[in-house]
C-alpha cells in the first residue's frame, strides 16, 4: 500500500450549514478552494472541527461527496468516524470507501471505558472491514475521557496491514514521541494533534499535523510545515511563535464553535455552528480572539 501521500498540513473542514442545519454546498466548495489554496495537503472531512457527532448519516455521504469532487485530485481527502459501536464505524468505513476517500480516521469511542481488549478488537474490525483503505487512529483524550497507550498503538500498527497512522490530539508531546519510536521501522505515519504543538511533534518525527486553524490561518500553520521541511528550522519555530497566541485564544470560547468565529472574522462567511452551540458572544472571549488575529496581522 502506498503511503507517501500521507503528510503535511491536514485540515479538520469546518462544515458550513444553512438555516435548516444542512449542509451548505456552494459554501462548502469554496471553503475546499479556500484551504487548498492555502497550502493544505489534506482534508478531514467531519473531524472534531467538522462537528461530525451532529450530522445524520446520509448528510455526512453528501458533504464527503461535495468535498471529494471539489477537491478534484488536488489533495487527498479522509473521513472521520467518531461513532461509538463498532458496527457503524464499520457501515460508515465502507461508506467512505465507496466514495472515494483516500483514507478515514477513527476516534476510539467517547461515552464508554473499554478495556484494551475491546480497543484492539474495536480498530482491528473497522481496518479489516475496509481492507485496502488506509485507517488513521485518532487519540483524543481530551475529549474522550481516556487516552490511546502506546502499547495499544504499537501492537495495532505492527499486526494490522492498513492501520497506517494516528493523530494525536493529547498535548502529551512524550506520548507523542512513543508513538513515533516504537512504530519508526514500519513508516508509521503520526501526526500532532494539537496545532501549538506542529513543531514540535515534527521535531521528534511526525509528518505533519492535523490543524484546525487551518481553516482561518492556512498561510501561517503550513508556513510552519513548509519551513521546516526545507530545513529552516529557525524559520519554522518564529512562523510556530506567531500562530501559537491565535490558537491559544480559541480555548476560552465553548467547544468548537471557536474556528467557526475566526473564519468568519477573516470574511470566510461560513455560518453559524450546530444547536445547541452558538457562536461566541460579544466579550472578553471575543475580544481576545480579535485582538490575537490582529496582533498576528490577520485582521
Known sequence: MNIDFIKGVIVPILTPVDKDEYIDEDKLRKHVDYVIDGGVLGILAFGSNGEFYALEEDEMERGLRIIIDQAAGRVPVYFGIGAISTKKCCRLAKMAQEKGASGISILQPMF???????????????????????????????????????????????????????????????????????????????????????????????????????????????????????????????????????????????????????????????????????????????DNMVDSMRAAGLL
Not at 504499537?154 to 492501520?163: D, F, Q, S, Y
Request: charged fraction near 20%; glycine fraction near 10%.
Open 112 to 286: 464508554l471505558k473499554p478495556t484494551e481488549k475491546e480497543l484492539l478488537l474495536h480498530f482491528r474490525t473497522i481496518a479489516e472491514f475496509v481492507q485496502g483503505l488506509p485507517v488513521l487512529l485518532y487519540n483524543n483524550p481530551g475529549r474522550v475521557g481516556y487516552g490511546l497507550s502506546a502499547n495499544i498503538v504499537e501492537c495495532l500498527a505492527h499486526e494490522v496491514k492498513n492501520i497506517v497512522g494516528i493523530k494525536d490530539t493529547s498535548g502529551d508531546i512524550t506520548l507523542t514521541s512513543e508513538y513515533i519510536r516504537r512504530t519508526r521501522d514500519i513508516n508509521f505515519k503520526v501526526f500532532g494533534g494539537k496545532d501549538t504543538l506542529l513543531y514540535a511533534s515534527m521535531c521528534h518525527g511526525a509528518v505533519g499535523g492535523v490543524c484546525t486553524s487551518a481553516n482561518f490561518m492556512p498561510e501561517l500553520i503550513t508556513d510552519v510545515y513548509n519551513k521546516f521541511v526545507t530545513g529552516d528550522l529557525e524559520g519554522a519555530l518564529e512562523a510556530q511563535f506567531k500562530l501559537n497566541p491565535v490558537r491559544i485564544s480559541m480555548d476560552g470560547a465553548s467547544f468548537p464553535v471557536a474556528a467557526k468565529d475566526m473564519a468568519n472574522l477573516r470574511g470566510r462567511k461560513i455560518g453559524l455552528p450546530y444547536k445547541p452551540n452558538l457562536p461566541t458572544p460579544a466579550g472578553k472571549a471575543l
